[in-house]
């Protein structure tokens, strides 16, 4: 199974597409509280500017990394599971040869 040719069934997406906002979500979570614990310990302008440059930094790869399009969800999900936003559970109901994959992906 080619990773470009494959399928994903109307039951997939919207699996897909939970999976994603559960992500997202997570991910979020985390991000607030950092950003809570970095603003208690700003002491100075210019660790205010680095904060700001954390965000933008974040916010650009954030906002790239949760888009739904079915060609690159193989290598999203094995991006989140590697970064623990997601686990192989979360993914349940996916054909198996795609959780096949992308278990093989978190493995590189």
Request: glycine share 2%; net charge negative.
């Amino acid at each position: 199974m080619q990773l470009a040719n494959i399928q994903w069934s109307q039951t997939e997406q919207d699996i897909a597409q939970v999976a994603l906002a559960t992500a997202y979500q997570r991910e979020s979570t985390a991000l607030l509280q950092e950003v809570r614990d970095r603003t208690q310990a700003i002491a100075n302008l210019e660790e205010l500017w680095a904060l700001h440059d954390f965000l933008s930094a974040r916010r650009h790869e954030i906002e790239g990394k949760y888009v739904f399009e079915p060609i690159s969800l193989i290598f999203v999900f094995a991006q989140l599971v590697q970064e623990g936003w997601l686990q192989l559970a979360d993914l349940t109901g996916l054909d198996p040869d795609k959780q096949t994959k992308i278990v093989a992906l978190t493995r590189m």
